[in-house]
Structure formats: C-alpha cells, structure tokens
C-alpha cells in the first residue's frame, strides 16, 4: 500500500460544477497537508495549505483535513476551464520527509 | 522576479557519462530539495536539504548525490546514469520547513 492514496482520474465535470479531490493517508506522522496544481509541462504550485483537521478556505478552493480518518479533501466551486489540470496533495512528516499523492487529472468542460 | 531556475530544462545521455543539473533559487530560501516525476508514480523526492552543507535522503536517493555548498544553488548529480533514471526532475525551496515550496519549471531528462 503506498503512503498517500489518490484517484488519478482523469475527471471531466462542466463549467460551475463543483469539484472534489480526495486523498487518503496511511502515516500518522504527517503534520503539514497541501494541495498543489499543476499545469502541463509546468512546476507545481502550491494552493493551499493546512496543519490541523478542518477545513480552510481561500476563494473557490476550501481544504478540507480529517487527521482521525487520516483524510484530505480540496473542493473548487464554480470550476472553470482554467482550473483544467493536475492536483497532487502532499503531505510533510515530523522528519521533513516530504510525500506527494500521485495527483488527479481534472478536465472543466466549457 | 522570485523564481527557482534550473538548467537544462531538456536533457539526452547515454548510460554512463556522469551529469550535472543545476538548480538556483533567489528568494534566499534555507530549504531546497529535488523530485523526479514519473507517470502513475507522481512526485518522489530524491534528497532535501535544510540548510548549507545539511542534506538528508528523501524517497529514492539512490544513483543521485547532491551538495550544497551556497545558499543559492542544490545542484542534483547522476555519477553514472541509466535508462531508468530516465525522467522530468523538479527542483524546489522553502523558506521554513517546507510545507510552502516553490517549484522550478523541470528538467526532462532521458537516458539511452
């Protein structure tokens, strides 16, 4: 079983649906939880970032954590052609062992 | 502009001959690491480093080395590269512990 867990699509949804990307976890040791966007051949960007359970928001995209389930979730509103990419979440150890989810593909149709 | 650079961005070998990819930051960042990208496999991190001349092992260190000897620079060496090194590697900084890192564009890297 590999340490973080994430549907790798790809998921096609219309323009103004609402999004949900999800990763789950095995190790307890992780602290810190982000979620990155990346563009075809472009570096990851970080979107947002969280170190405790709940949730988080930041315009059209809230972060979701469920440290107990061991759960991560990211959610975009009104999704629009741009947002068209791939998500990794990631997640940093107490070690600074940094682990990246192996990303969804996500396609917002116009 | 803060902007994490790497060079070259495209890169093709042959098995064997020793490479050097550079990575240099401006944003006077303490943390710098190195990934490799590969498909359904995602983004595994191959060394990090905290601080100058602190580098630690991440996920898949083997067949690598790095150093960091300035601030600035984490240069990502393969002393005798083969094809299953063959990949798109990301060099990224930090300033604290991580969690905020700051990508370069990649280096496409393949090994015949």
């Known amino acids: 079983q590999k340490e973080v867990e994430q549907d790798p699509g790809p998921l096609s949804v219309p323009e103004g649906a609402i999004v949900s990307l999800n990763c789950t976890y095995s190790n307890s040791a992780f602290q810190y939880f982000m979620w990155y966007r990346q563009y075809s051949r472009k570096g990851p960007e970080l979107l947002m970032y969280t170190y405790s359970s709940g949730n988080k928001e930041d315009g059209r995209f809230t972060a979701q954590v469920d440290k107990s389930s061991k759960y991560i979730s990211l959610f975009i509103r009104d999704s629009q052609p741009s947002d068209s990419a791939t998500y990794l979440c990631a997640m940093i150890d107490y070690g600074q062992n940094f682990v990246f989810g192996p990303g969804t593909r996500l396609s917002v149709l116009p | 502009e803060a902007q994490v650079t790497q060079n070259p961005r495209y890169l093709i070998t042959v098995t064997g001959k020793k490479l050097t990819v550079t990575c240099s930051q401006n944003?006077?960042?303490?943390?710098m690491s190195w990934y490799r990208q590969d498909p359904g496999l995602g983004l595994r991190q191959i060394y990090y480093?905290?601080?100058?001349?602190?580098?630690d092992k991440g996920d898949v260190p083997e067949g690598y080395k790095v150093s960091r000897k300035e601030k600035r620079n984490f240069p990502l060496i393969l002393e005798s590269p083969s094809p299953n090194q063959t990949s798109l590697y990301f060099c990224a900084s930090s300033s604290s512990s991580g969690e905020t890192q700051y990508f370069g564009p990649g280096t496409r890297l393949l090994v015949l």
């Open positions: 944003m006077n960042h303490e943390y």
């Open positions: 480093s905290m601080n100058v001349e602190v580098t």
